[in-house]
């Protein structure tokens, strides 16, 4: 006797919206999700560190966290928007300086990115020491084979958009940049996308740093190391692998929702 068919699930993909409102609302929601994972992971470093997106409706502005608010604390209603200007035009705490100075010079250089992560976490800025590339030494890793910059220079707290828009430059068109002597940056076409890009490569880096310490990593070869960047490099791979990480410190952690 055979046994009955089953239906299996299609792989879950972005949502649309129906509101430009439902779609704000969805976009915070994974903000203050990905403030809590980077709590979480350990990411913070005092009142360093920044997480934004771009606002649907009015793509000059940014959501953001509040200055000086721990990431594990931090709910949807918590989060600030930010205009053209760094002024906070929604919530009533006041925006870190240099988030506005890097963020927003990202943004405007990158039309197409809908969200943008950095922080000071402890892998990322010590490999940022070494003033050099990540290598593709691991599947990962791969996700940022020829797409990821250097910008080779640090002059102290970033305050000025001038030295934001170095930043954005050596980003380029590429998913993020190591930013000598300070820490990792990511982008993405969704938050889904940026948060996950900086995850993967906070632990790419520290992979790095094991793997040199114990000896002469094995690179992947040039042509291996590009079709794997095309499978596990793509924005639906960083979306999706968002996902169960979203899953679960919404169940952990409810009131990030909030």
Not at 37 to 56: N, S
Not at 189 to 195: F, G, K, L, N, R
Request: proline share 5%.
């Amino acid at each position: 006797m055979s046994s009955p068919q089953r239906t299996i699930e299609a792989l879950p993909s972005p949502p649309s919206f129906d509101s430009v409102e439902d779609e704000r609302r969805h976009r915070k929601e994974r903000l203050a999700a990905a403030f809590r994972l980077f709590g979480k992971f350990g990411f913070e470093e005092g009142v360093a560190g920044h997480i934004t997106a771009r606002d649907p409706e009015f793509p000059e502005r940014f959501w953001v966290n509040p200055f000086a608010v721990p990431f594990s604390h931090i709910r949807v209603s918590d989060l600030i928007c930010v205009d053209a200007e760094g002024e906070v035009v929604e919530g009533t705490k006041p925006v870190n300086r240099a988030a506005f100075a890097i963020h927003s010079q990202v943004h405007a250089a990158r039309p197409d990115v809908t969200a943008a992560a950095h922080s000071h976490s402890v892998h990322g800025k010590a490999f940022s020491s070494l003033g050099r590339l990540l290598d593709p030494i691991t599947q990962d890793v791969c996700a940022f084979y020829e797409d990821h910059g250097l910008f080779d220079d640090y002059t102290g707290v970033v305050v000025d958009t001038e030295e934001g828009k170095r930043i954005a430059a050596s980003l380029g068109e590429h998913k993020a940049v190591i930013l000598r002597n300070h820490g990792l940056l990511t982008v993405g076409h969704s938050v889904d996308e940026a948060a996950f890009w900086f995850i993967t490569m906070e632990r790419s880096c520290q992979a790095q740093l094991l793997a040199a310490a114990a000896g002469a990593p094995v690179l992947i070869e040039k042509d291996s190391a590009a079709r794997t960047h095309s499978q596990v490099g793509n924005d639906y791979a960083g979306w999706l692998s968002f996902q169960p990480l979203y899953q679960k410190i919404v169940r952990e952690q409810p009131d990030l929702l909030d």
